[in-house]
């Protein structure tokens, strides 16, 4: 009998652990009001000069245009954007305490609700940032990056079968991919999902049948979802299967 109450004790322990590190949404209150005054300090001190004095390279940090290029992932690409970046004038040279702060003024700024705890770096890569409504789908025109079968169709058509989930590519500029992003996209398990495939090139030929992994924008008519290709890589020799 003690052992199984002991047992109990861990299974339960396990679980709360798990449901405590259980990724959550920006909409469960992930910061303090507190917290978000410290980083509108932060903001108005070292951004609000570009962000809010009509310079094209410093946008608004709120608003649909905004929410759209940055939702739908968690908020660690968002953070280290800002930290590697800004201030525009000295790009890096605030406290990584300060950065979080300035995450958690800008959630505050989009209207996403408080909560009793500060945001943490650590908790970045756990909280994925979604609007007001809630999840949604990838917006129109979003840089995006999946894995799948290069599949060839008639009239030079292309078609990515057997894709994974399209994951949003948040750099401002699309480079070469590097050899571990490469190398990630090769471990990754094909999915479901067809996706027709735009603007290949004829070298393409070369890759048919291969597991690619395919970086684009995508183009969304009606329910129909396409990915005009800006980079297409070979990760696996064949599909399989």
């Known amino acids: 009998m003690r052992r199984f109450l002991i047992g109990a004790f861990v299974s339960a322990a396990g679980l709360a652990t798990a449901l405590a590190q259980t990724p959550a949404t920006v909409l469960d209150g992930v910061y303090t009001p507190e917290q ?115 599949s060839p169709g008639a009239d030079n058509a292309w078609t990515l079968t057997r894709a994974a989930n399209l994951h949003p590519v948040r750099a401002r500029v699309v480079t070469a991919a590097t050899p571990q992003e490469l190398e990630v996209s090769a471990a990754q398990p094909l999915g479901s999902q067809t996706f027709p495939l735009m603007s290949v090139t004829p070298q393409a030929s070369s890759l048919a049948r291969n597991k690619v992994q395919v970086t684009g924008v995508l183009t969304r008519q009606g329910t129909l979802e396409r990915i005009n290709v800006m980079l297409l890589d070979a990760v696996a020799p064949m599909c399989g299967g």
């Open 36 to 150: 978000a005054a410290r980083g509108e300090a932060v903001y108005a001190r070292s951004c609000r000069g570009c962000h809010e004095a009509q310079d094209a390279d410093g946008p608004l940090l709120s608003g649909k245009v905004f929410l759209d290029r940055w939702r739908e992932d968690t908020l660690e690409p968002l953070y280290t954007f800002i930290k590697s970046n800004m201030p525009g004038n000295n790009p890096g040279s605030l406290d990584a305490a300060a950065y979080v702060d300035v995450i958690a003024f800008v959630l505050e700024a989009n209207g996403l609700p408080s909560g009793t705890k500060e945001l943490t770096a650590d908790m970045l890569g756990r909280i994925e940032l979604v609007g007001t409504e809630g999840p949604r789908p990838l917006s129109n025109l979003t840089i995006v990056r999946t894995v799948g079968c290069l």
